[in-house]
């Protein structure tokens, strides 16, 4: 069992729907939850960073974390077509062992289309 | 703007011709990390520098070496590539909490 499962897709949805991406873990040490968005033939970029348990919003951006069920979610209001890129989730333990190594999803392929 | 920079963005070598990426940055980050990716894959930290201090993955193949002669850079070093090696290759930079990590553009490496 992978530590960090994430659904492939592709998810596709309509300009303007809400996107919904989502991950489950398996090792209740993580603590730093990231999202990250990678354009095709292109280096992820980081999106959002959360600590522990709860919701963090960065513009049309909301994380969720939930580590009582061991459960992050991404959502992506008013979707754009250029939204449209494999979004990956990352985390860690923080912890001095796994310092720097983060724990990465596979990513799931959104299209978004006009 | 502050970046991370990586070339070529496209090699090619020949099966078992050694080849070198370079990786540099502009963040003044301590830590610099390299990640192969293959296709529908996640990332895999092949190793990383904190500051001068190396630091290799346990499954990381001897193939695969590594060289950072100041902050700013950072070369990967591959001896004898494979046909297995075909992949992008990723480098990452982090401050000293590691959390956030800002990739470069990649470079796909391409072995015939």
């Known amino acids: 069992q992978k530590e960090v499962e994430q659904d492939p897709g592709p998810l596709s949805v309509p300009e303007g729907a809400i996107v919904s991406l989502n991950c489950t873990y398996s090792?209740?040490?993580?603590?730093?939850f990231m999202w990250y968005r990678q354009y095709s033939r292109k280096g992820p970029e980081l999106l959002m960073y959360?600590?522990?348990?709860g919701n963090k919003e960065d513009g049309r951006f909301t994380a969720q974390v939930d580590k009582s069920s061991k459960y992050i979610s991404l959502f992506i209001r008013d979707s754009q077509p250029s939204d449209s890129a494999t979004y990956l989730c990352?985390?860690?333990?923080?912890?001095?062992?796994?310092?720097?190594?983060?724990?990465f999803g596979a990513g799931t392929q959104v299209v978004v289309t006009p | 703007d502050a970046m991370v920079i990586q070339n070529p963005r496209y090699q090619v070598t020949q099966f078992g011709k050694p080849v070198t990426l370079s990786c540099s940055q502009t963040?003044?980050?301590?830590?610099m990390y390299w990640y192969q990716q293959k296709s529908s894959q996640a990332p895999k930290l092949l190793f990383h520098?904190?500051?001068?201090?190396?630091?290799n993955e346990a499954d990381t193949p001897d193939n695969f070496q590594s060289r950072r002669p100041n902050t700013s850079f950072c070369f990967l070093d591959i001896r004898s590539p494979g046909l297995g090696d075909a992949a992008m290759y990723l480098c990452?930079?982090?401050?000293?909490?590691?959390?956030?990590?800002?990739f470069g553009p990649g470079t796909r490496l391409t072995v015939t």
């Open positions: 520098y904190y500051d001068k201090d190396f630091n």
């Open positions: 990352a985390m860690s333990t923080g912890t001095t062992d796994s310092w720097g190594k983060l724990q």
């Open positions: 963040l003044n980050h301590n830590v």
């Open positions: 090792n209740s040490a993580f603590q730093y």
């Open positions: 959360t600590y522990s348990s």
């Open positions: 990452a930079t982090s401050s000293r909490t590691g959390y956030e990590q800002y």
